[in-house]
């Protein structure tokens, strides 16, 4: 990977010149949400300087600019994940708010008491929770694919729990605390062929690989935007055109209507009908900003370029004794969770903060997945296209650093 552009690249990245109490920062959280180039920042700064006013509303010249950067940024989603239609983009807060927005439209509306509904034993809590309220609601019943020790899917299992009461399947495409992509392709096809529909979670998945929806043939696929190096407060729900007109609307307000009396109301058309009030302007044009910006590198050159950081961190992190890696999927994206003997992950986090590293210590938000090693929380360095070989060394000589000052 010698002519990937990293020293270029990481110029692109002011906050990665910062230090730390007094170290180089080595920014290792970026599963939690990573650093934004200037390019974005630009493009918010510019947006407020010279062309902001709300969209879809007025005819003056500052509505348009906006709008015009808006639906810009709407059609650069659509390219990068390749959806068919700009109808299929639906600007959203987040990756929780999109499952949130399936769960309580085309899951009130298609899933009965008595229905089932799929994910894994490695989901994020936001595809966990928004299914148990529905299933509260309707008296579905929640079904959870196993994983075994190397937090792979257990293939036969799953396609076992796949029957004719089986309304949905909602799946991480990668794993925010093991690292695992799951074969989404194998699992959507065994759906399909039970006429099942398919959710994919794509918060980890979209900033590390390239990601092709039609390809993918999944029905729903969520993410946000502050994990791809845009804005946080933004978020995309893709679905399948058919599917999203067909389902009723998440939230009541302004942009969202057709007509209005007091007797009742009309809904806009895609993707309108599903963005109330006004959506978050500057950080969809910021999103659009950091599409371009990863498109001009290339996602397959960023996916190679991440599969060597990992591997090196692997096998780095397989010579520290007393340090044991959760997570170790044949299929994995640059994420190394881990524990050491006798250290909790918050003193690890903490000790590692004051040389200037940051990393990620806790559940991640994925309690039932720490339940199933049977530990409290993890370390978690996760890796962004920015980051180095040598950071990768830093984060190395920290660790074995405390475990000497440990004992
Ligand atoms: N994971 C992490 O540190 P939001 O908060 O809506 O942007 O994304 C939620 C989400 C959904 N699915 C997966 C697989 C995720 O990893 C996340 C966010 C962060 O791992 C924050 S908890």
């Known amino acids: 990977m010698n002519n990937f ?38 493009a918010i700064s510019h947006l407020y300087r010279h062309d902001y006013a709300n969209i879809h509303r007025g005819v003056h ?3 348009v600019r906006s709008t015009d950067q808006f639906e810009a940024a709407r059609e650069k989603v659509r390219a ?35 229905d089932e509904i799929i994910i894994t034993a490695m989901e994020h809590h936001s595809n966990i929770v928004p299914w148990q309220l529905l299933c509260e609601q309707t008296g579905a019943v929640l079904k ?18 796949l029957t004719d009461k089986t309304r949905l399947l909602a799946v991480v495409h990668m794993s925010n605390a093991l690292g695992t992509i799951n074969p989404v392709e194998k699992m959507i096809a065994a759906a399909h062929a039970k006429a099942i529909p398919v959710l994919l979670d794509g918060a980890q998945a979209i900033p ?49 209507i057709r007509t209005v009396t007091f007797e009742r109301s009309t809904y806009a058309g895609l993707p309108y009908k599903f963005e109330a009030g006004t959506p978050a302007i500057a950080e969809v044009i910021g999103l ?30 397989k010579q520290i004794k007393g340090l044991t890696i959760i997570g ?3 299929e994995k994206g640059a994420i190394l969770s881990f524990v050491l003997e006798r250290i909790h992950p918050h003193d690890i986090g903490t000790m590692l903060d004051s040389l200037g590293i940051a990393i990620r210590a806790g559940h991640h938000c994925a309690m039932p997945v720490m339940d199933f090693y049977q530990v409290p929380a993890t370390a978690r360095a996760s890796f962004a296209m920015y980051n180095t070989h040598a950071e990768i060394d830093v984060l190395m000589a920290g660790i074995k650093g405390l475990i000497t000052a440990f004992g």
Do not use: W
């Open 61 to 63: 010249t500052l509505s």
């Open 5 to 42: 552009p990293i020293e270029q690249l990481r110029a692109d990245f002011p906050i990665l010149a910062e230090t730390i109490r007094n170290k180089p920062l080595v920014y290792l959280d970026n599963a939690a949400s990573c650093q934004k180039p200037n390019a974005v920042i630009d």
């Open 144 to 161: 959870i694919a196993p994983m075994n020790q190397q937090g792979e899917l257990l293939y036969a299992e799953f396609e076992a729990l």
């Open 288 to 317: 659009g900003a950091a599409i371009d910006y990863l498109n001009a590198i290339g996602m397959s050159a960023i996916a190679d370029y991440e599969a060597t950081l990992l591997t090196y961190a692997t096998e780095q992190a």
């Open 208 to 256: 590390h690989m390239p990601v092709d929806v039609q390809a993918l043939d999944c029905d729903f696929y969520v993410f946000s935007g502050h994990k791809l190096y845009g804005p946080s407060g933004i978020g995309v729900l893709y679905g399948k055109q058919a599917l999203l007109e067909a389902m009723p609307p998440y939230q009541g307000g302004g942009d969202m």
């Open 80 to 114: 990068f994940i390749n959806a068919a239609s700009n109808k299929e983009i639906i600007f959203v807060r987040g990756a929780t708010e999109a499952i949130n927005l399936v769960a309580q439209t085309y899951g009130k509306a298609a899933i009965q008491a008595g």
């Open 328 to 330: 170790e999927a044949a």
